[in-house]
C-alpha cells in the first residue's frame, strides 16, 4: 500500500511516501527550489519521492493533503462575521486569494498531479484530505515506537484547532480535545516574535535562543492581560491585544501600551528589554505545556507522550516537559511543523482507509523515521560529476583517511561542511548537510556565527553527541536524535565564573566560556543536544567516534549547512555554493575533501547578500 | 466552477452549516467585486491565517 502526503500552499511545503505504513522517502520543496519556506505545489519535492520509491502516480494507492481547505474557508468567514466590520482589511485581502485560488484547491490539486501519472486518471479518486492538527498528531504517533500514547500537537492555527489532544492506542488515533482558534499559543509566541522585530514564522527560533539572556520580568503581565491560564492548562488569549485574527499584523496598540512601546524595528539593535520579553514569553509557554502535559498525565494515565506542531519545535519547553517527569517518554517528531504535516497525512490515510497494521518499529530502531534521513542521497561518482561541473577542486579519500583528515581540519579550529548521505526531512540538519566545529573552542560560536552563517551572534548551536556518551556531557540519559530536547551540560563540566563574570548581564555573558564545551554552552548551561546513533547514522557516528579518540571530547558543534534565510543546502551543487560564499575552510562531500585555499578564487562569491533576512 | 459549489454544499451538509449559505453567496460577491475592482492581490499579511 503506497500513500503519497503533501502539505502545500501555506508555507513549508512538503511531500512524504509512506509504503505499507513505513516512511520511505520525505522533503521539503524549500530544498529544492532554494526559496525558504517555499508554499508552492510540492512538485519537486513529490517527483523525488516517487523516484527514489521508482513508481509513477499510477502506483500510489492514496494521496492525502494535510488540512481541510473549506474547513479553512469556514473559519475565515466566520471570523469576519463576528468582527464586522473590524476584520474589512483583512477580508479585502483574504477574499480575492480564496475566489481565484484557494477554493478550487481540490482541482488545482487533480490538475498539478497529473503530471506525474502517465495515465492521467483516477486522480481526484484517490486524493483524500485530513484535519491540519490530525496530520500532526498522526506524524508523531504514527512514527513512534509507541502502541499507546497520548498526542499532543500545538501551532498557530490549522483549521480551526490551535491545540489538539488524541488519543493512540495500536492502530486507532482518536482526537479527544481541542482549543479553538484565535486562542494559540503559538500565535501568542509568534506575536512576541513580531513584537521582539523578528519575522513571524521563522523567527521563533531567535526568541527561544534569546530568552535566557533575559529575565522574565513581563510574564506576570502576560499572564494577567494577555492569556487567561486554567489548571488544566487550557487557555483564552485577549483579542484586545492581538490583531492576527482581523488585522494584517500580529499585535495592537493595546499590546504596545502594555508593554511600553513600539514593535522593535529589525534594523534596531536588541535591548535588554527585548530579551525579557522573550525570557517572558517563553516562561509562559513553558508554564502552559507543563499545565498540559500534568493534566493529561493525570486525565488519560498513559506513560507516553507524543508532541507535534510548531510549538513541539520549542525544544527547551520539550526540555521541560521530559524533566518534569509527568510521562515516563516523550517523543517529538522531528519535522514538528507543516512540512511534517505531509507525512502525517499519508499515516492518517493508511490508519483510516487500508486494513494494514501501522508498521512496527523494529529492534534496532528508535522509530519509524530512519533518522529523519529520508531526502534525496548523491553517489561518489554522481558527487565528483557535479563538482567537476561545478569547478571545485578536490582530492578523494578512503573513509579512514577521510576522517582522519576532516578532524585534522576540525582540530585545528576549521569550520567544516559536512554533506553526506540522505537528506534530513524537517528543520533540523542532523549531520548530513550539516557545518561541524570543534566545540572546544570559546571563539567557535562567534566564528560560526559571524563568518559562516552571517546571523546574529547570540544564537547559540547546537552539540552533537554520541548516543552512548550523552549522561556524560549533559542532565540527560535519553536518546533525543533530533535536536528537540534542550538539557544543561553537566556541573562537572561547567566552568567556575569568576566574581565579575557572574555580573555581566544579558548579551555581554555571550563571551564568557561556561564549560569544556563552551561553543554548545548557552548562558544559562543549556544545549539543544543531538544524540548520534551508529544505526541511523554510521559516517557521523563514526567521524564523533575518531574525534573523540583524538581528542578526548566525544561531542562536535552541528549547525545546518546554509547561511541566514538561505534553505539546508540539498545537493553537491548547493553545498559547494554556500561553500565558496562563505567563510568555511573545509568542505567533505561523499568521499570527497575540499579545501577553501586550493580552490579557483575567481568562484568565491558574497554570499551573505543573496538571502533575504529571515 | 461546478465541482468547487458541489464541494460546498456537501461541506455545509456534512457540517450542519446550511445558516453560512446565504453568509458565503454575499461574502463571496463582495470577494468577486474585490477582484473585479483590484485585479490581482498579493496579501502583505506579518501571518496569514489561512
Known amino acids: 500500500m503506497r500513500i503519497l502526503g503533501i502539505s502545500a500552499f501555506y508555507h513549508d511545503s512538503a511531500a512524504a511516501l509512506i509504503i505499507d505504513g513505513r516512511p520511505v522517502a520525505a522533503a521539503q520543496e524549500e530544498r529544492f527550489t532554494r526559496i525558504k519556506h517555499d508554499p508552492r505545489f510540492p512538485e519537486n519535492a513529490i517527483a523525488y519521492c516517487l523516484q527514489e520509491a521508482g513508481v509513477t502516480l499510477d502506483d500510489i494507492d492514496h494521496i492525502a493533503f494535510f488540512e481541510k481547505p473549506l474547513l479553512k474557508f469556514e473559519r475565515l468567514l466566520e471570523t469576519y462575521l463576528a468582527t464586522a466590520p473590524h476584520g474589512f482589511n483583512s477580508f479585502r485581502m483574504a477574499m480575492p486569494l480564496w475566489i481565484k485560488d484557494k477554493l478550487f484547491q481540490k482541482p488545482g490539486l487533480v490538475r498539478d498531479l497529473k503530471r506525474f501519472s502517465p495515465s492521467g486518471k483516477g486522480i481526484e479518486e484517490k486524493l483524500l484530505f485530513a484535519e491540519h492538527h490530525e496530520s500532526h498528531a498522526a506524524s508523531a504517533y504514527y512514527a513512534s515506537p509507541f502502541d499507546e500514547a497520548v498526542v499532543l500537537t500545538m501551532d498557530g492555527v490549522g483549521e480551526w484547532a490551535t491545540s489538539s489532544v488524541a488519543i493512540g492506542r495500536g492502530n486507532a488515533l482518536e482526537t479527544v480535545k481541542e482549543i479553538h482558534w484565535p486562542h494559540s499559543l503559538g500565535l501568542l509566541y509568534s506575536a512576541f516574535t513580531y513584537y521582539t522585530g523578528f519575522r513571524v514564522n521563522s523567527g521563533e527560533y531567535k526568541v527561544m535562543g534569546l530568552a535566557p539572556y533575559g529575565t522574565p520580568r513581563f510574564a506576570s503581565i502576560i499572564r494577567d492581560n494577555?492569556?487567561?491560564?486554567?489548571?488544566?492548562?487550557?487557555?483564552?488569549?485577549?483579542?484586545?491585544?492581538?490583531?492576527?485574527?482581523?488585522?494584517?499584523?500580529?499585535?495592537?496598540?493595546?499590546?504596545?501600551?502594555?508593554?511600553?512601546?513600539?514593535?522593535?524595528?529589525?534594523?534596531?539593535?536588541?535591548?535588554?528589554?527585548?530579551?525579557?520579553?522573550?525570557?517572558?514569553?517563553?516562561?509562559?509557554?513553558?508554564?502552559?505545556?507543563?499545565?498540559?502535559?500534568?493534566?493529561?498525565?493525570?486525565?488519560?494515565?498513559?506513560?507516553?507522550?507524543?508532541?507535534?506542531?510548531?510549538?513541539?519545535?520549542?525544544?527547551?519547553?520539550?526540555?521541560?516537559?521530559?524533566?518534569?517527569?509527568?510521562?515516563?517518554?516523550?517523543?517529538?517528531?522531528?519535522?514538528?511543523?507543516?512540512?511534517?504535516?505531509?507525512?502525517?497525512?499519508?499515516?492518517?490515510?493508511?490508519?483510516?482507509?487500508?486494513?494494514?497494521?501501522?508498521?512496527?518499529?523494529?529492534?534496532?530502531?528508535?522509530?519509524?523515521?530512519?533518522?529523519?534521513?529520508?531526502?534525496?542521497?548523491?553517489?561518489?561518482?554522481?558527487?565528483?560529476?557535479?563538482?567537476?561541473?561545478?569547478?571545485?577542486?578536490?582530492?578523494?579519500?578512503?573513509?579512514?583517511?577521510?576522517?582522519?583528515?576532516?578532524?585534522?581540519?576540525?582540530?585545528?579550529?576549521?569550520?567544516?561542511?559536512?554533506?553526506?548521505?540522505?537528506?534530513?526531512?524537517?528543520?533540523?540538519?542532523l549531520g548530513n548537510r550539516s557545518i561541524l566545529g570543534d566545540p572546544r573552542k570559546p571563539d567557535m560560536q562567534k566564528t560560526l556565527n559571524l563568518k559562516i552563517k552571517f546571523r546574529e551572534s547570540f544564537r547559540p548551536f547546537a552539540p552533537s553527541v554520541l548516543a552512548e556518551d550523552v549522561a556524560d556531557y549533559f542532565e540527560i540519559d535519553v536518546a533525543s536524535?533530533?535536536?528537540?530536547?534542550?538539557?544543561?551540560?553537566?556541573?562537572?563540566?561547567?566552568?567556575?565564573?569568576?566574581?565579575?563574570?557572574?555580573?555581566?548581564?544579558?548579551?555581554?555573558?555571550?563571551?564568557?566560556?561556561?564549560?569544556?564545551?563552551?561553543?554548545?554552552?548557552?548562558?544559562?548551561?543549556?544545549?539543544?543536544?543531538?544524540?548520534?546513533?551508529?544505526?541511523?547514522?554510521?559516517?557521523?557516528?563514526?567521524?564523533?567516534?575518531?574525534?573523540?579518540?583524538?581528542?578526548?571530547?566525544?561531542?562536535?558543534?552541528?549547525?545546518?549547512?546554509?547561511?541566514?534565510?538561505?534553505?539546508?543546502?540539498?545537493?553537491?551543487?548547493?553545498?559547494?555554493?554556500?561553500?565558496?560564499?562563505?567563510?568555511?575552510?573545509?568542505?567533505?562531500?561523499?568521499?570527497?575533501?575540499?579545501?577553501?585555499?586550493?580552490?579557483?578564487p575567481d568562484l568565491v562569491s558574497d554570499y551573505s547578500a543573496q538571502f533575504a533576512p529571515d | 466552477m461546478f465541482s468547487v459549489a458541489s464541494e460546498l454544499v456537501r461541506y455545509m451538509s456534512a457540517r450542519k452549516k446550511w445558516w453560512l449559505f446565504p453568509i458565503i453567496v454575499v461574502l463571496l460577491t463582495i470577494g468577486g467585486l474585490l477582484v473585479l475592482a483590484k485585479g490581482s492581490a498579493v496579501a502583505p499579511f506579518i501571518y496569514t491565517v489561512f
Not at chain 1, 510548531?310 to 519547553?317: D, I, Q, T, W
Not at chain 1, 561553500?579 to 575540499?594: K, P, Q, R
Open chain 1, 226 to 429: 494577555l492569556i487567561d491560564i486554567r489548571p488544566d492548562g487550557s487557555f483564552w488569549l485577549d483579542q484586545r491585544y492581538f490583531d492576527y485574527a482581523t488585522g494584517l499584523t500580529m499585535t495592537t496598540e493595546a499590546f504596545h501600551r502594555l508593554f511600553g512601546g513600539k514593535p522593535r524595528d529589525p534594523d534596531q539593535p536588541l535591548t535588554q528589554r527585548d530579551m525579557d520579553l522573550a525570557a517572558s514569553v517563553q516562561a509562559v509557554t513553558e508554564d502552559v505545556m507543563l499545565k498540559i502535559t500534568r493534566d493529561l498525565h493525570r486525565t488519560h494515565g498513559i506513560d507516553n507522550l507524543c508532541l507535534a506542531g510548531g510549538v513541539a519545535l520549542n525544544c527547551v519547553a520539550n526540555g521541560k516537559v521530559l524533566r518534569d517527569g509527568a510521562f515516563k517518554n516523550v517523543y517529538v517528531q522531528p519535522a514538528a511543523g507543516d512540512a511534517g504535516g505531509a507525512l502525517g497525512a499519508a499515516f492518517a490515510a493508511h490508519a483510516r482507509h487500508t486494513s494494514t497494521p501501522r508498521a512496527e518499529v523494529l529492534p534496532n530502531e528508535l522509530d519509524l523515521m530512519s533518522g529523519a534521513y529520508l531526502g534525496p542521497a548523491f553517489g561518489q561518482d554522481e558527487i565528483e560529476g557535479r563538482l567537476i561541473k561545478s569547478g571545485a577542486r578536490f582530492t578523494v579519500h578512503g573513509d579512514d583517511d577521510l576522517y582522519a583528515r576532516t578532524i585534522d581540519c576540525l582540530d585545528r579550529g576549521d569550520a567544516v561542511g559536512w554533506f553526506q548521505g540522505r537528506m534530513e526531512f524537517g528543520p533540523r540538519a
Open chain 1, 481 to 600: 536524535p533530533y535536536m528537540l530536547m534542550v538539557a544543561d551540560v553537566k556541573r562537572n563540566r561547567r566552568r567556575h565564573l569568576s566574581t565579575e563574570e557572574k555580573l555581566l548581564f544579558g548579551i555581554n555573558q555571550l563571551n564568557v566560556p561556561r564549560s569544556d564545551i563552551p561553543a554548545v554552552t548557552h548562558v544559562d548551561h543549556s544545549a539543544r543536544v543531538q544524540t548520534v546513533h551508529a544505526e541511523t547514522n554510521a559516517r557521523y557516528h563514526a567521524l564523533i567516534s575518531r574525534f573523540k579518540e583524538r581528542t578526548g571530547c566525544g561531542v562536535l558543534v552541528n549547525t545546518s549547512f546554509n547561511v541566514r534565510g538561505e534553505p539546508i543546502v540539498g545537493s553537491p551543487e548547493d553545498a559547494f555554493r554556500c561553500f565558496m560564499g562563505t567563510g568555511m575552510e573545509t568542505l567533505a562531500i561523499g568521499n570527497c575533501l575540499l579545501s577553501k585555499a586550493n580552490q579557483n
